[in-house]
């Protein structure tokens, strides 16, 4: 007997073949033909905060990693310094990822518009990783500092390869007039324009999809599509309130496995799942980032969004899906067989070997010889 929601996917007109058999795989013509219109790779390895699996997430000990493993892109989350910077920085506030106790401990809960770019600088954002993650500390790594897009900018203009940027907006309604910015920061260091190819392995950033924009937040991604019209945006997608409606649950209990919390949560029907790619398409935006539940779970699994029938009707309008955040061979197997078009990852090495592109030099090899 067919499901309920298969018979309202055949009403809205999507097709349901193979939708819940792993065995049978979606045809993927379509997302080889988009990519190929728009001038951006496929699949796409998208370095999270560089290659942060390895290396300090956002620091330049990262994204040099990713560049020099082949990345073809180095993401990050931008915000605003209280004097007018822009920065790669994900938390809203720096409790984890720097020594703001020690140096501001009257401010460890602000929020880093809270902070000027020297005070920014003033902070150790690699020592935490070193505490966090032994088996893969460096003594290089203490003293990282958090850097401005400029920085991650001369980063992939630094090397051989030279990766693109995929770029977030976080937390835009705290800086008011970040997407202009951006435009003018872009335009400024000739992102904006054609770019000559240079004589690496990877060289997206002479594609046209040199930069991919990303946002989370409806108000952004329209932002986004009034400054650059022209530049590829990305709708990342969750599910709650102000983003696409779950179905009716018990909230998250004290003590609850937010992975297995997250991974039943499904939406609350077809028509919320496609009002939101159909509005996404309207504004401009050439693809999706939803969000997967891993197979071991852990902090970065959440609701299941890839699912084939929402991939296809993705594919279906037009629109690229790379989903966030995947590190793990048994996980990216089975999220490219329900046809994506690339991963947000944390270990760019695992999954360059997974597309049959492994970088040529171990990790061990690559940090010592850029000095970590």
Request: aromatic share 8%; charged share 25%; net charge negative.
């Amino acid at each position: 007997m067919r499901t309920m929601m298969t018979m309202a996917l055949i009403c809205l007109g999507i097709s349901t073949a193979g939708a819940q058999t792993p065995g049978e795989l979606p045809r993927e013509e379509g997302g080889i033909a988009l990519a190929e219109r728009l001038g951006l790779p496929r699949p796409a390895v998208i370095a999270h905060r560089g290659a942060s699996f390895d290396a300090p997430e956002s620091t330049r000990a990262a994204y040099l990693l990713a560049r020099e493993q082949g990345a073809d892109y180095l993401e990050l989350d931008l915000q605003r310094t209280a004097d007018g910077v822009l920065v790669a920085v994900h938390d809203d506030t720096l409790g984890r990822t720097s020594d703001v106790a020690e140096r501001f401990p009257d401010r460890v809960d602000a929020p880093v518009s809270a902070f000027t770019l020297e005070e920014l600088k003033s902070l150790d954002a690699g020592s935490w990783f070193n505490h966090a993650f032994a088996e893969r500390a460096r003594d290089a790594f203490a003293g990282l500092e958090i850097l401005t897009l400029d920085e991650v900018i001369d980063i992939a203009e630094g090397g051989v390869n030279r990766p693109g940027l995929y770029i977030e907006t976080k937390q835009p309604g705290q800086f008011p007039g970040i997407e202009r910015e951006l435009r003018e920061k872009l335009a400024s260091r000739g992102w904006l324009a054609p770019r000559a190819e240079g004589e690496g392995a990877v060289n997206v950033a002479a594609m046209p999809g040199r930069v991919v924009l990303q946002t989370f937040e409806k108000a952004s991604l329209e932002a986004l599509q009034r400054e650059m019209p022209e530049v590829p945006k990305i709708l990342l997608l969750w599910l709650g309130d102000g983003y696409i409606p779950a179905a009716d649950g018990p909230a998250m209990g004290e003590g609850e496995d937010p992975a297995r919390y997250y991974a039943a949560q499904r939406v609350r029907s077809p028509e919320d799942y496609l009002a939101w790619l159909d509005w996404a398409k309207a504004q401009g935006a050439i693809g999706v980032g939803p969000s997967v539940a891993l197979a071991a779970g852990g902090e970065q699994s959440y609701p299941d969004l890839v699912q084939p029938w929402m991939n296809r009707a993705a594919h279906q309008r037009g629109l690229l899906i790379h989903p966030y955040t995947v590190d793990d061979e048994v996980d990216f197997a089975r999220v490219q067989a329900g046809g994506v078009d690339g991963f947000f990852t944390n270990r760019t090495d695992a999954l360059l070997a997974f597309y049959g592109r492994p970088p040529a030099e171990p990790i061990d090899a690559i940090l010592e010889r850029l000095g970590y």
